[in-house]
C-alpha cells in the first residue's frame, strides 16, 4: 500500500468517526428527536433545523476551498456528480426515501451510527435498508450505475 | 435556544467532516452512496474504513460524556422493516439522502440536490404528521 493509499484510509476513517461523533451530539442518531421535527402535529422539536444550519455552515467553506483546488490533496481529480437534470427518478427515489425517514425516523447516516448501540430495531432497520440498497442497485438500476 | 448549541455544533462536525472528504480525498461525503457501494464491493477498503468511523463515533462521545447517546425506537417492526427497505431502495434512486443532497448538496446550490432535499422533506414530514395523527 502506498502512502497515499493509506492516508486516504486515514482521512475515510477520521472523516466517518467526526460524522458519526457529530450525530451523536447533535441527537440526530436518536430517531425519536427527528421524528419531533418532522411530525408538525406532535410536539415540535426544531432540533434538526440547527443540525441541518450548522452542517452546510461548515460545508460551504469546504465547497468555496474546493473549487479554488486543482486536485484534492489525497487523488488526482475530484469525484463529483455530473449529472444536472432533475428527473424522475431523483424525484421518486426522494420521495421513496422521505416515506421511508418519516415512517421511523432513522436516514441511513444515524441508522448505521446507531449499530453502536447494539439495538435489535437498529440492526433490523440497516439490514432492511441495505437489502432495499442491494434490490435497487443490482435488479432495478442495473450494474452500471 | 441554548437547549439547540448541541445540535447546532453537532451539525457543524456533520459539515466539516463532509468538508474534510471533499478536499483530501475529492469526494461527496454521501452515507447512501458510501454504503451503497460497500455493499457492491466497490472502493471496499475506503467505504468500510468510513463506516467503521460512522460506527465508532458514537464510543468517541461515549469516552468524552461517559455513556453512548440516548435513542429511543418507537415504531414497531413490520415498520421498521418497512421503513428500512423504503429508506434502502429511495435513497439510492433518488441518488443520495440528508448528507449527500442535504448537506453537501445545498452547500454546492445543487439543483438536483435542492429538488431532492425539498422532496424528501415535504415525504417525510406528510409521513410523520400522518402517522402521529393516525398512530
Redesign the interface.
Not at chain 2, 415498520?79 to 441518488?95: D, P, Q, Y
Given at each position: 500500500m502506498t502512502a497515499r493509499a493509506l492516508l486516504r484510509l486515514l482521512a475515510a476513517l477520521a472523516a466517518g468517526t467526526l460524522f458519526g461523533f457529530g450525530l451523536s451530539l447533535s441527537g440526530m442518531v436518536d430517531p425519536a428527536r427527528v421524528l419531533g421535527f418532522l411530525d408538525l402535529a406532535g410536539r415540535w422539536d426544531p432540533s434538526l433545523a440547527f443540525v441541518l444550519a450548522g452542517a452546510v455552515a461548515m460545508a460551504v467553506p469546504g465547497v468555496l476551498l474546493q473549487r479554488r483546488m486543482a486536485r484534492p490533496v489525497l487523488d488526482d481529480q475530484f469525484h463529483l456528480p455530473q449529472k444536472t437534470r432533475i428527473d424522475a427518478r431523483l424525484l421518486a427515489g426522494s420521495a421513496i426515501f422521505g416515506v421511508g425517514w418519516g415512517l421511523a425516523g432513522f436516514c441511513p447516516g444515524p441508522a448505521v451510527s446507531a449499530l453502536s448501540t447494539g439495538l435489535p430495531p437498529v440492526i433490523l432497520f440497516v439490514a432492511a435498508m441495505a437489502v432495499g440498497m442491494i434490490v435497487h442497485d443490482r435488479l432495478l438500476a442495473g450494474r452500471h450505475s | 435556544m441554548s437547549a439547540?448549541w448541541?445540535?447546532?455544533?453537532?451539525?457543524?462536525?456533520?459539515?466539516?467532516?463532509?468538508?474534510?472528504?471533499?478536499?483530501?480525498?475529492?469526494?461527496?461525503?454521501g452515507?447512501?452512496g458510501i454504503?451503497?457501494r460497500l455493499?457492491?464491493g466497490r472502493r471496499a477498503?475506503?467505504?468500510a474504513?468510513?463506516?467503521?468511523?460512522?460506527?465508532?463515533?458514537?464510543?468517541?462521545?461515549a469516552a468524552l460524556f461517559g455513556a453512548?447517546?440516548?435513542?429511543?425506537?418507537?415504531?414497531a417492526?413490520p415498520?421498521?422493516?418497512?421503513?428500512?427497505?423504503?429508506?434502502?431502495?429511495?435513497?439510492?434512486?433518488?441518488?443520495g439522502?440528508?448528507?449527500g443532497?442535504?448537506?453537501?448538496g445545498?452547500?454546492?446550490l445543487?439543483?438536483?440536490s435542492i429538488?431532492?432535499?425539498a422532496?424528501?422533506?415535504?415525504?417525510?414530514?406528510?409521513?410523520?404528521?400522518l402517522?402521529?395523527?393516525l398512530g
Open positions: - | 439547540y448541541p445540535s447546532l455544533l453537532g451539525g457543524m462536525l456533520l459539515g466539516l467532516s463532509a468538508s474534510l472528504l471533499l478536499v483530501l480525498d475529492g469526494r461527496i461525503a452515507i447512501s454504503v451503497g455493499l457492491l477498503a475506503l467505504n474504513a468510513f463506516v467503521a468511523g460512522l460506527v465508532a463515533g458514537p464510543f468517541a462521545y453512548l447517546p440516548a435513542l429511543t425506537v418507537a415504531a417492526w415498520v421498521i422493516l418497512a421503513a428500512g427497505l423504503l429508506v434502502g431502495v429511495g435513497s439510492r434512486m433518488g441518488s439522502c440528508t448528507s443532497h442535504g448537506i453537501l445545498l452547500a454546492r445543487s439543483p438536483r429538488a431532492a432535499t422532496t424528501f422533506l415535504a415525504a417525510g414530514i406528510l409521513t410523520a404528521t402517522g402521529g395523527l
